[in-house]
């Protein structure tokens, strides 16, 4: 009896003790919620709250509290609350936390978890375009941080360090030999190993083998004035298996050529470029090599030659001044009144290059100004009236490049050439 009586003593304490650990496991508890904390943008990503012994799980969507800077998704399966699907649509960072119940009704949240979005992975490929046959030439690759191998594409008769395409390696930078077989089309580059995708990239590659003969004579048709501002419109005829043309010129500070590898190219007479020769080559390339350039002398009108691109009288009355020095003038009907204005005392347009707004300063006058700004193939890509004597242009809508500005009224013109450079 003695013997009984000590095991239900001992059993008594091993349940005093199981309820003293549940207890102390109940109170120490607490909701938990279980997911990866970075994630890809646009992948949907799984979340559940753990409920411990004594806790009610969410009531409903609103018990999921999300804040944080990047666009996101919430969606349940059903009405099962303990579990979210989470998608972060944008670049940024989400705070979750889940609120449940204890076993007093009382409101009790998961520890809150940020989860990142990993921006999306970005590649490109840099080295030459136009190759040839024999020979070998670098590209290198904008690394990313934890790619573990790049795998290339290119076209046939090519080899990287022997091997044909696809081929893997974890170098970012690469040879590739172009054999005598070699022809035209892409090499591509693919990131492998990154958590959110593979990114990849392209760059053209134009294979030759020879080097093509001059080009034909330059023709040069005038735009309307050979005089600053206006200038040229040169061509040339294609030549068989040229690849790109290379154009020159001399003579820079009074002339100004866009940039271009086609059979077309415009030269504009800048600033006071009157009576001015510029000599413009030209030759055909390939990868190989280019021709020998063939040449052409262009020369500007003279200042009195380009005076007849003012504004012509309008009666008899009309006196036009000019100076030798200045290509500016001043129409009056009364010719004691007349007066000449030199161009920095007329116009000033600034700054120049430009980034994102061109100021533009002129002369008290009865005569409303007006400013066009064409570009270098004469299409007119702002046009205002001018009716304060400093006007503001925003330059969003150009593109970089070099611009042609005119602001003229009935006594005036002044033609000035820009450079937009965001």
Same mark, same amino acid.
């Given at each position: ?132 046959? @024999? ?7 904008? =690394? /990313?941080?934890?790619?573990? *191998?790049?795998? $290339? &594409?290119?076209? #046939? ?73 206006? @200038? ?7 030549? =068989? /298996?040229?690849?790109?043309? *290379?154009?020159? $010129? &001399?003579?820079? #500070? ?169």
């Amino acid at each position: 009896m003695k013997k009984i009586i000590q095991n239900q003593s001992n059993n008594l304490k091993v349940v005093l003790i199981i309820l003293i650990l549940f207890i102390t496991i109940k109170s120490n508890a607490q909701p938990t919620l279980t997911g990866p904390s970075s994630v890809c943008i646009n992948q949907t990503n799984t979340y559940v709250v753990n409920v411990p012994f004594g806790y009610t799980g969410p009531a409903n969507a609103d018990a999921w509290v999300l804040s944080g800077t990047a666009s996101r998704t919430l969606t349940h399966p059903g009405m099962d609350y303990t579990t979210g699907y989470l998608t972060l649509t944008s670049a940024g960072y989400v705070d979750i936390y889940v609120i449940c119940r204890n076993d007093n009704n009382q409101n009790v949240g998961t520890q809150s978890r940020r989860i990142t979005a990993i921006a999306p992975y970005t590649i490109s490929i840099s080295g030459p375009k136009y190759l040839c046959a @024999g020979n070998t030439y670098n590209y290198t690759i904008s =690394a /990313n941080p934890g790619a573990a *191998n790049y795998q $290339y &594409t290119f076209p #046939s008769g090519c080899t990287i360090d022997g091997n044909t395409s696809p081929y893997t390696t974890s170098s970012s930078s690469i040879n590739l030999n172009v054999g005598s077989t070699g022809v035209s089309g892409q090499i591509c580059v693919t990131a492998l190993g990154l958590p959110c995708g593979s990114p990849s990239a392209c760059t053209p590659i134009v294979v030759s083998s020879t080097i093509p003969n001059e080009p034909g004579s330059i023709t040069a048709i005038v735009d309307d004035k050979p005089c600053p501002g206006l @200038g040229w419109n040169l061509s040339i005829s294609s030549v =068989a /298996n040229a690849d790109y043309y *290379n154009w020159t $010129y &001399t003579n820079h #500070s009074y002339f100004t050529m866009p940039d271009g590898i086609g059979t077309t190219q415009d030269l504009i007479p800048i600033g006071q470029s009157y009576s001015k020769t510029t000599t413009v080559s030209v030759s055909a390339c390939t990868g190989c090599g280019c021709s020998v350039g063939r040449t052409k002398n262009l020369t500007t009108w003279t200042q009195q030659q380009c005076g007849n691109l003012m504004p012509q009288p309008a009666n008899n009355n009309t006196v036009i001044e000019k100076a030798p020095d200045y290509k500016l003038y001043s129409l009056k009907n009364d010719a004691l009144s007349a007066k000449l204005y030199t161009s920095d005392d007329l116009i000033k347009v600034y700054p120049n290059p430009a980034n994102d707004i061109l100021y533009v300063n002129v002369p008290e006058s009865n005569n409303e100004f007006t400013i066009k700004i064409c570009n270098i193939i004469g299409e007119i890509v702002f046009q205002k009236e001018l009716n304060t004597e400093v006007t503001e242009i925003k330059t969003n809508d150009l593109k970089n490049g070099i611009y042609m500005v005119t602001i003229s009224n009935s006594s005036f013109f002044e033609c000035k050439k820009i450079i937009i450079n965001k």
